[in-house]
């Protein structure tokens, strides 16, 4: 069975960092392309970046554009958000997303698109 787990979430100054990880397992990992979305109680889940299968090739929403950055380790099986220069409206739940095609050739940015999402991990910025 497919699992994801997030996991680095945590409460921070604005202007700090953080690095997110996601650990997957039960599917053959360097396959898949994989994405991170963010999420605020009330509100839609927000698309924030994404990583193809081969990692050659990325995509950020505007909000994080230059602050944070994917990548993914296939032998340790896991792909990764570097947060830097953290802002509070930074502050959501973290998850982290299978896209559903085997060697995708485009990146997919909406929700609708994946199919198999982590738990989540709190992200927390104060002010």
């Known amino acids: 069975q497919a699992q994801l787990e997030e996991s680095g979430g945590a409460l921070v100054q604005a202007g700090g960092s953080l690095r997110l990880s996601c650990a997957a397992s039960?599917?053959?990992?360097?396959?898949?392309?994989m994405g991170w979305f963010r999420q605020v109680s009330g509100k839609e889940r927000e698309f924030v970046a994404a990583?193809?299968?081969?990692?050659?090739?990325?995509h950020y929403a505007d909000s994080v554009k230059g602050r944070f950055t994917i990548s993914r380790d296939d032998a340790e099986r896991s792909v990764y958000l570097q947060m830097n220069s953290l802002k509070p409206e930074d502050t959501a739940v973290y998850l982290c997303?299978?896209?559903?095609?085997?060697?995708?050739?485009?990146?997919?940015?909406?929700?609708?698109?994946?199919?198999?999402w982590g738990q989540g991990t709190q992200v927390t910025v104060s002010s």
């Open positions: 997303a299978q896209d559903p095609y085997p060697y995708a050739i485009s990146l997919a940015t909406t929700r609708s698109e994946y199919d198999n």
């Open positions: 990583i193809s299968w081969s990692g050659t090739k990325t």
């Open positions: 039960g599917f053959t990992f360097e396959k898949y392309g």
